[in-house]
């Protein structure tokens, strides 16, 4: 397959996200929980994919290729692999990701606005190398399924400032130059994201879900700066 596609990661995170909803579902159709910080990742505009099932067992692979934020894309590059399993009822899959100079766009506030742009086409970005992981399973017995999922990202500072700017993915939007925060993981963050969770049949047209997700990072703030366990730092 080539062209524009949703992540690898992304369609694992949604098969085994036991609600699946896109108004509470903390996994499948969160940003931040299965993108690993980056919603941007979720889409490849310029991808090649390929997807081979053997038996039981199934690979894939996505490749971003091409001029990255030119073509649309949310990172310089996007690399993907997933391999995984599946016997009877019992189902699991493993993906890992890196991306080079991921971004993630913030709108400016009244104050931060730099002179001379029209407020309606410019943004600023904090750009992320992002390397993760993510392993999935669900088991099926008779009206049941039961759901589990680990993800580990780690973000460090990307290879590239842009001190520049470049343009978003979105269609005449950009970032000007002296608004790319390039040292944001001075220190690398560190995610590490866990879910478990169950649905049951109760009716062919009827089903009940329920899940529970837990999220943990490290203090990722440069010394001296501490985190106050309140949010805010000092």
């Known amino acids: 397959t080539a062209g ?15 609600t699946r909803s896109n108004a ?6 969160s940003g931040p929980f299965p993108r690993y910080g980056y919603p941007e990742l979720v889409r490849v505009n310029s991808g090649l994919q390929y997807r081979l099932e053997y038996g039981n067992y199934r690979v894939a692979g996505l490749a971003q290729v091409g001029n990255g934020y030119a073509l649309g894309n949310g990172s310089m590059g996007e690399y993907e692999a997933q391999i995984g399993a599946t016997f009877g009822g019992f189902s699991a899959d493993v993906v890992a990701r890196y991306a080079k100079d991921a971004v993630s766009l913030q709108s400016f506030s009244g104050g931060e606005l730099p002179a001379g742009y029209d407020p309606g086409s410019i943004l600023q970005a904090t750009l992320a190398n992002v390397a993760a992981v993510m392993i999935a399973a669900r088991y099926k017995w008779d009206r049941t399924e039961i759901y589990g999922g680990y993800t580990y990202a780690r973000l460090a500072n990307p290879s590239d400032a842009f ?3 470049f343009p978003s993915i979105a269609r005449g939007i950009f970032v000007p130059p002296g608004k790319v925060n390039a040292t944001y993981y001075d220190v690398n963050q560190i995610l590490h994201t866990i879910w478990v969770g169950a649905k049951y049949d109760v009716w062919t047209n009827l089903s ?22 309140s949010g805010v730092s000092s």
């Open 4 to 18: 524009r596609m949703v992540s690898l990661s992304n369609d694992v995170a949604i098969a085994y996200d036991p």
């Open 24 to 29: 509470f579902s903390l996994i499948g159709n």
């Open 163 to 165: 001190p520049n700017g």
């Open 208 to 229: 009940i879900a329920a899940s529970f997700t837990y999220q943990r990072q490290n203090d990722f703030l440069p010394p001296p700066a501490v985190c106050s366990g």
